[in-house]
């Protein structure tokens, strides 16, 4: 019952926090299944799906004349990867543990923690699902040729880095309107299957439709990110550091948001909500 708190260095205080946030992470991606390697099954095939859903759609719709010159299915696999890293970031950090959560009755877990082990399990699910998936294809189909692997490995993660940052502001959001971040997060997750700018290339639209998309920085990670993959592909109207500028100033925000919910939650609140 009677202790004595002896005082831990920094380095030990640094080392107990990652500890907290390993074992954290290993939680979030164990959520949906118990088995890990099931879990990251069903997110590879989910992102085979939505692959093969957009590979019909632009042969129906008649759209491949509008990808870049090059391996067509790495042209779509490149929006799609980019999509699920940013989409699935902002779905982890919403659903992340909050400051009326049960876990934090218990000392050493706090929000950062929770937040910073939901963005990694996010990141660690993605990176993975996206290593297997070009594996295969390397081995079972064609080779895989990227132009500038570290710029596209760049681009992936500000991706995410962004999802985070847009997670923040729906996490903020969360303890006084549940129900509002529940749909909001969801209708940004639908935009972005149009606004994302995975289906076309930002060198052939007009200026009246480029203006519509500008204003997303998912659309100019994959605009990017597709100049580094692909050699015949220049970018000229997407930037690489505007999506960075865009997920540091919502992340600022996200986390005043969230220090202001956490010093007035309520454990009352779980259980009028």
Not at 124 to 139: E, R
């Amino acid at each position: 019952m009677f202790q004595v708190q002896t005082p831990k260095s920094r380095t030990r205080t640094v080392l107990g926090m990652a500890e907290l946030i390993y074992y954290s992470a290993v939680r979030d991606i164990r959520k949906n299944h118990r088995n890990a390697l099931v879990g990251l099954i069903l997110n590879i095939f989910q992102t085979v799906l939505m692959i093969v859903s957009f590979y019909a759609m632009f042969a129906l719709l008649g759209l491949r004349g509008a990808a870049v010159r090059g391996d067509y299915l790495l042209y779509i696999m490149t929006g799609i990867f980019l999509y699920m890293a940013h989409t699935k970031a902002m779905t982890s950090i919403v659903s992340s543990e909050g400051p009326a959560s049960a876990m934090m009755q218990h000392a050493p877990m706090s929000t950062a923690i929770s937040i910073c082990a939901a963005a990694l399990s996010s990141l660690y699910l993605q990176f993975l699902s996206i290593v297997v998936i070009l594996f295969i294809y390397h081995v079972a189909y064609k080779p895989v040729v990227i132009d500038n692997p570290i710029g596209a490995m760049e681009m992936f993660m500000i991706a995410w880095f962004s999802g985070v940052a847009v997670g923040m502001i729906f996490l903020g959001i969360k303890p006084w309107a549940p129900e509002v971040t529940r749909i909001g997060s969801s209708i940004y997750g639908r935009i972005n299957m149009i606004a994302s700018g995975k289906m076309f290339l930002a060198n052939t639209l007009p200026a009246s439709m480029l203006a519509i998309f500008n204003w997303n920085p998912l659309f100019h990670c994959i605009d990017q990110m597709r100049g580094d993959v692909f050699l015949n592909y220049t970018p000229h109207f997407s930037s690489p550091t505007y999506p960075v500028y865009v997920a540091l100033a919502l992340l600022m925000i996200g986390l005043l948001g969230e220090f202001y919910a956490r010093r007035h939650a309520s454990v009352s609140w779980n259980a009028a909500r």
